[in-house]
């Protein structure tokens, strides 16, 4: 299974001069509790905002750049052998960005893990748009912003519809 997890404002934005565009630590434990102990699945670009490999995950990430090396990490020039490595690791995996890799991604993805996040925001940087005709959202929490979240959002949960 290829899950697809993103955290996108209504205008489907995703970030801006490779940074997240809000502060939502729920998210991130969110996040953290999908993906842990399976493969991970991301861009160069991505990687470079994050910093670091994330812990208690394999980390692949997918890279254009000749001799480009990073401790803690597996780099691969396409997607598809990141996606074949992936799989080879375990039945479950999780593509969790930039907006390349989603749009590359999204077609082949079985879930969508999506923060919704509350608002329009100002961004370079987009997920696809999920089409209700292939998507059918199967879940949905909500969460008011709070001293630690700067905005309201909701986990939801979205299945590629069979036909």
């Not at 997918?62 to 597996?74: D, H, M």
């Not at 390349?100 to 997920?127: P, S, W």
């Not at 292939?134 to 299945?159: S, V």
């Amino acid at each position: 299974m290829i899950t697809i997890v993103a955290a996108i404002g209504h205008n489907n934005a995703l970030g801006k001069d490779n940074q997240l565009l809000w502060r939502l630590p729920k998210d991130l434990k969110h996040f953290k509790t999908v993906t842990e102990n399976h493969p991970v699945i991301m861009g160069r670009k991505t990687y470079e905002s994050i910093g670091k490999a994330l812990p208690n995950r394999t980390n692949i990430v997918v890279s254009r750049k000749q001799n480009w090396f990073q401790e803690g990490i597996l780099i691969v020039s396409t997607l598809k052998e990141a996606l074949k490595f992936a799989k080879k690791i375990h039945e479950n995996v999780f593509v969790i960005g930039g907006g390349e890799i989603y749009k590359q991604t999204i077609d082949a993805a079985d879930r969508l893990e999506i923060t919704q996040v509350e608002g329009n925001f100002e961004a370079d940087t987009f997920f696809p748009k999920i089409d209700p005709k292939i998507w059918q959202k199967t879940f949905e929490e909500c969460h008011q912003k709070d001293d630690k979240n700067d905005y309201d959002f909701c986990f939801q949960t979205f299945e590629k519809i069979i036909n």
